[in-house]
């Protein structure tokens, strides 16, 4: 079943954006958190808000600064399909929602693909509406925020080189992969065979040069379709927010790359603010991301107070690595929050090599990402099924052996859970965090901040056993421990300048 996009007016939609600002500014002040309030032990998810200047950072409705952490979800992705025999990806179930939970996790980065979205021009795929719509329900009701993300890989899985053609020498064939529905492709006959990464394919790059020049106005299309998105989830508070575009790709052009990319964006944000103008709904977070080989938007593409700067960080594991580069990469992140004045959600990170060095890279993140007081991230990823293009694209074409071969691995998809993705954080805490550690990436945690009235913490502490973790400090009026699957949620009361330590 389909419904035709609604139409909007560029004029109107800026117009939109102009008053949501105000309303904005106001809920906010001078960049100040909004005003401390108890939420209560069994508060429903409350709306997230991000808060820019020299202290960025993401509070929800109560004044409580927020970490949201997490896991990608690919399950609703649109994927090339190297062969009927290989699911690209695995079903999503219960079982999903529970098992992440029990990893202390409150959030989701949920993968969304513009050709599910959308297949034919103008028109939606409601029946892909709601199942996104179910994944937010069931993520909220196990204590999960959503943010949801327009995914894309190499353009779109309609990018691919033929079964039956031979590449020149020194480039090798390219697998599709997953983006953009083929009406929105414009490769210009370009060679599918790819010189280097999938990126580097010169169809892939001219399919981005006509994206960033509007070609035929299919950038306007996607920023179109996110106001159709962001007026659909408008009453929501449990979706945390959008994530406009996934590692956006290179024309191969700087300049034109830069340009296209910020007009996107800033196109984006105007259909989704007058969206949600239109329902009388307050903003969401949109988050924005650099280009996949890290080039910046400009520091001052937007003035909207909601948005979150949402890079990835891969740095020793399958991007460039020499010892102490991701110890130097917060540093350099560091800087682009300076500028941007904005938080920093990692929404991709992850190690794949053995359990050892897995565990040791995590390890290492982990602490970087509590010292950095980072807003949050998400951990790539839960699941990545025997039929995803990763799998795969090492194989392309496949034969049929390897084919046979692959599909004895197939229903086996999760990644291992490392001991440092789970470790103890407060999800929420009062006021503003001043200094995070959980060094040892177990149920210790010592962390301190300041509140201006009476509020609570909101803390997950993983452990295997029945007796409640001890809660000590100074500035902690009340503590309440509930055993949940996969460890302990703690409620603790906090007023003034606080110092809390959690232990075994």
């Known amino acids: 079943m389909t ?13 939109a954006l102009t008053s949501v600002l105000t309303f904005l500014a106001a809920c906010v002040p001078d960049g100040t958190p909004p005003a401390t309030t108890d939420p209560g032990a069994e508060a429903p998810l409350a ?46 179930g219960e079982d999903d929602w529970h098992d992440v939970a029990a990893t202390g996790a409150n959030g989701i980065r949920l993968v969304t693909t513009w050709s599910a979205w959308e297949p ?38 309609f990018v691919f080189t033929p079964r039956d053609e031979s590449c020149p020498s020194g480039t090798r064939p390219q697998i599709g992969w997953d983006g953009a ?24 790059r001219a399919a981005w040069a006509n994206f960033y020049a509007n070609r035929d106005s299919v950038r306007d299309e996607l920023a179109e379709l996110w106001g159709f998105i962001a007026g659909e989830f408008a009453g929501e508070a449990g979706v945390a927010g959008f994530d406009l575009l996934n590692e956006p790709g290179t024309s191969g052009d700087g300049n034109a790359t830069i340009a296209g990319l910020t ?19 307050p903003g969401h977070i949109v988050f924005f991301e650099p280009t996949v080989f890290a080039a910046l938007p400009p520091w001052d593409w937007t003035s909207d107070p909601n948005v979150v700067f949402a890079s990835h960080n891969y740095f020793e594991s ?21 500028l941007y004045q904005a938080p920093l959600w990692t929404g991709e990170y992850g190690s794949f090599s053995s359990s050892e060095q897995n565990e040791s890279w995590f390890a290492r993140f982990g602490k970087l990402e509590d010292e950095h007081l980072r807003a949050g991230g998400a951990w790539w990823q839960w699941e990545q099924e025997c039929g995803d293009p990763h799998n795969v694209s090492g194989a392309w074409p496949p034969s049929p052996e ?26 929420a805490t ?24 009476p509020s609570t913490a909101d803390l997950w502490v993983p452990s295997d056993i029945d007796t409640a973790p001890t809660v000590s400090g100074e500035g902690v009026t009340s503590v309440s421990p509930r055993r949940v699957p996969g460890g302990w949620r703690i409620d603790v009361g906090l007023t003034g300048e606080y110092r809390v330590q959690v232990a075994p």
């Open 3 to 15: 419904t035709e996009l609604r139409p909007r007016s560029r004029r109107g939609a800026a117009l």
């Open 47 to 92: 709306r997230l808000v991000a808060v820019r200047g020299n202290r960025p950072a993401i509070f929800d409705a109560s004044g409580r600064q927020v970490l949201l952490r997490g896991v990608n979800f690919n399950h609703l992705g649109d994927y090339f399909v190297s062969d009927p025999a290989l699911p690209n990806v695995a079903p999503l």
């Open 120 to 157: 034919v021009r103008d028109q939606i795929d409601l029946a892909y509406l709601e199942r996104v719509r179910a994944a937010v329900a069931d993520a909220n009701a196990h204590g999960l925020y959503v943010v949801i993300d327009m995914h894309q890989d190499a353009w779109s899985r």
């Open 181 to 204: 529905p083929e009406w929105a492709t414009f490769t210009d006959g370009a060679a599918t065979c790819t010189p280097g990464g999938r990126e580097d394919s010169p169809a892939v």
């Open 263 to 281: 007009a996107f964006y800033q196109s984006a944000l105007a259909e989704i603010r007058a969206a949600e103008s239109a329902a009388g709904a």
């Open 318 to 338: 399958i991007g460039p690595s020499f010892p102490g580069l991701l110890e130097l990469s917060f540093s350099l992140f560091d800087l682009a929050v300076a």
């Open 402 to 427: 390897w084919v046979a071969n692959q599909a004895a691995s197939c229903g086996h998809a999760r990644f291992q859970v490392t001991q440092c993705a789970r470790r103890a954080f407060p999800r």
């Open 430 to 453: 009062a006021g503003r965090l001043t200094s995070l550690a959980a060094p040892t990436c177990d149920a210790n945690l010592t962390f301190t901040g300041t509140t201006d009235a």
